[in-house]
């Protein structure tokens, strides 16, 4: 390998995990990164054009896939934005479903973390025990909306299907097996070695530091900040349903782990009080399809923290500007923080510690600043060469 | 029936690669691998290396970002060398089509043999297709290059 | 709405004339309109005195004539104050906040990318979000940029 010159490794899709390559530029010094760079973009369709040129109606189903692991968020977030510009109220029934909805998803998302976040540390038995379980969650979207992926439950108006009474006993039992897998899954990462040797103290955010950055969601939550969009600012039904906004202050990775698993269990009681105090009633109210003028900010506390819209109307039945923050970028900067001054070898499992929606880079460049030399490597490539134990 | 024919259809090693899209279509993919579906029961190994795998399964729009680089670790694959694309964006680009930064499905960069739609397609479905795929091959009517 | 109209008549007595509009819609939610100059100490007077901490995103709108870019900031995560100010397209230069708001650095490139506002004093603005190849100049975000155009761009790379 030559001064200056930059090695380009052949590379592949690394496992199974979602590979949306982002890159990130990291200067390191011998074993330690001395500083982030990220480039992001291969993700990058332009929806919010798109967002301009479809009728508001339409816009729905573009919404939901600009997550498809979080598309609930996205839609709540969308609808609750023109209802507001319609001055319209959803009916009380409605925004029950769109809570149980939105923690069957928190659910679904934070175990499919768990998951991918113990393959991260090489704990493939675990990934395999957390994905089995999390099918009993697919089973009741399945159930209630007809798709795993993308239940389309949201329209601009309320809920677009109803959770009938003869699918709660179903959803009461999925809930009681799920509530004993998670506590199950809460003592493992509290007790492997594992688990605690690669996470413990590794990733640190400070608390000013999370502040500054503007992080959110289990990122913020994990440096003992106690914000949460449901509690905070309360939208649909949130503000009727008792619930526990979960922290810890070990801002290390370890620390985000623990705060997803007990949102988990969080999640099945807000589900269960949901299902018990499910109000009566129509589940959608109709619509016009023109938009009066007018803007609005919705945010909504999606799996992996704060996700705002910005709409804006201009009196006909597309949007004027539609804009769309996801809470991985708002954590971009807090992870380019959590780096530096960490080991290389540490890369992956802080990344993964983010819930990094444009998950595992696909590649990352590296440029040692002392010895002038530049290379690429893969993410499996970072692995293979770092594996522990 | 010829080794390599007998070794790709007896044990395909498939490599993922997503082409920019939401994501839902990986994760029904990944979950294939999980216990409930099982795709390692039939052989299918889920690589890591280009170098080393049979059939490519793409997802997403193809953003063109990331259009190079799906056409360069597609010729890293050794010859015979097959493609699936799995979902509604692979095959068509739908719903991005309004979208400047995404090309449109698969099948306008790389040949494509199979097409598993859906949005996301369930891991039955994937597991399908790629079943589909493996009986084409055995049958020589897969129009991957090289025999 | 009790703190919303505090946390409004303090900033009246701030700005002073560089407040020009103010909207209240509903609980936890004021719009105000500034004038461009007024952004560095909105700000810097939003976090320190009025505890506005979080700056959840930074938002870009094509007006046609002039750029709006809208700063969403909250309130102990509850209130959310949107503030808006208006640059002309032909000169769209704006200072930047990454010194007051560390966390400002990617909102601020991303409409740096997508709207063509330049932030002076930003680190860098180098592209964040636009494929490699695309051309300078082009901002996809603004309306004069048709889909067709856009695609014709892509079709050509």
């Known amino acids: ?389 | 029936m010829s080794l390599f024919k007998w070794a790709q259809t007896k044990s395909p090693w498939i490599i993922h690669f997503n082409t920019g899209g939401c994501n839902g279509c990986d994760i029904e993919l990944v979950a294939a691998l999980t216990p409930r579906f099982d795709l390692e029961r039939f052989g299918i190994l889920l690589e890591g290396s280009p170098r080393h795998a049979d059939i490519l399964v793409v997802t997403g729009p193809v953003t063109l970002q990331v259009k190079d680089r799906l056409v360069r670790v597609y010729e890293q694959m050794p010859e015979p060398k097959h493609v699936v694309a799995v979902g509604t964006c692979a095959i068509s680009g739908a719903p991005f089509q309004e979208c400047y930064n995404v090309h449109g499905g698969i099948d306008t960069v790389l040949p494509v043999d199979a097409y598993v739609p859906g949005c996301p397609p369930k891991p039955e479905a994937i597991i399908d297709g790629i079943a589909k795929l493996i009986q084409k091959i055995k049958e020589g009517e897969a129009h991957g290059k090289g025999k | 709405m009790e703190k919303e109209n505090e946390i409004v008549e303090k900033l009246k007595s701030f700005l002073e004339e560089n407040l020009v509009n103010v909207i209240i819609p509903r609980k936890r939610r004021i719009f105000v309109h500034i004038k461009r100059d007024a952004l560095r100490e909105t700000i810097e007077y939003l976090m320190k005195d009025l505890k506005f901490k979080h700056l959840s995103t930074i938002t870009g709108v094509d007006l046609g004539e002039r750029i709006e870019v809208i700063y969403h900031l909250s309130h102990e995560g509850s209130i959310m104050l949107s503030a808006k100010l208006t640059v002309s397209k032909k000169n769209p230069n704006i200072s930047t906040i990454t010194d007051v708001i560390p966390g400002a650095v990617l909102y601020e490139r991303e409409v740096h990318d997508l709207l063509g506002v330049n932030f002076k004093g930003h680190p860098d603005l180098s592209p964040l979000m636009l494929p490699e190849k695309w051309p300078e100049g082009v901002y996809p975000l603004r309306k004069e940029h048709k889909l067709k155009h856009l695609r014709q761009i892509t079709s050509e790379k």
């Open chain 1, 1 to 389: 390998m030559s001064h200056g010159s930059i090695i380009k490794i052949p590379f592949g899709p690394q496992h199974p995990a979602l590979k949306e390559p982002e890159n990130f530029l990291f200067e390191v010094d011998g074993e330690t990164v001395v500083d982030v760079k990220p480039r992001l973009g291969y993700n990058h369709r332009g929806m919010e054009k798109a967002f301009e040129l479809k009728t508001y109606i339409q816009n729905i189903y573009l919404a939901e896939r600009i997550c498809g692991i979080c598309s609930h968020a996205h839609t709540t977030c969308y609808t609750q934005a023109i209802e507001r510009l319609l001055g319209v109220e959803p009916p009380p029934r409605a925004r029950y479903i769109r809570v149980i909805i939105a923690e069957l998803e928190r659910i679904h998302s934070h175990a499919l973390w768990i998951g991918l976040a113990a393959h991260e540390i090489g704990f493939d038995t675990l990934f395999m025990y957390v994905w089995r379980d999390r099918e009993t969650v697919l089973d009741m979207f399945e159930m209630i909306s007809g798709n795993r992926i993308h239940y389309a439950m949201n329209t601009i108006g309320g809920a677009r299907r109803d959770i009938h009474a003869d699918m709660a006993p179903k959803i009461v039992k999925g809930l009681d097996f799920l509530e004993k897998r998670l506590e199950y899954y809460l003592d493992i990462v509290q007790t492997e070695q594992t688990i605690l040797k690669r996470t413990a103290d590794v990733g640190i955010l400070r608390p000013k530091d999370a502040v500054d950055l503007c992080a959110v969601g289990p990122t913020l939550r994990a440096s003992g900040i106690e914000n949460d969009v449901r509690s905070d600012d309360p939208y649909v039904a949130y503000d009727e349903i008792p619930f526990n906004v979960v922290t810890h202050d070990g801002c290390d990775v370890l620390s985000r782990i623990l705060v997803r698993c007990e949102e988990t269990l969080e999640s099945v009681k807000i589900i269960r009080y949901a299902l018990d105090s499910m109000p009566n009633g129509t589940i959608r109210v109709r619509v016009p399809m023109k938009v009066p003028q007018g803007e609005v900010v919705s945010r909504v506390e999606a799996p992996r923290g704060e996700l705002i819209h910005y709409a804006k109307s201009n009196g006909t039945t597309k949007p004027e500007r539609y804009k769309v923050r996801s809470p991985t970028l708002a954590n971009i900067p807090a992870l380019c923080k959590m780096l530096q001054g960490g080991y290389v070898a540490d890369i992956p499992i802080v990344l993964a510690g983010i819930d990094p929606c444009f998950s595992c880079m696909d590649r990352m460049a590296f440029v040692d600043t002392k010895k002038n030399r530049k290379w690429v490597w893969t993410m499996q490539q970072l692995r293979r060469k770092y594996a522990k134990e």
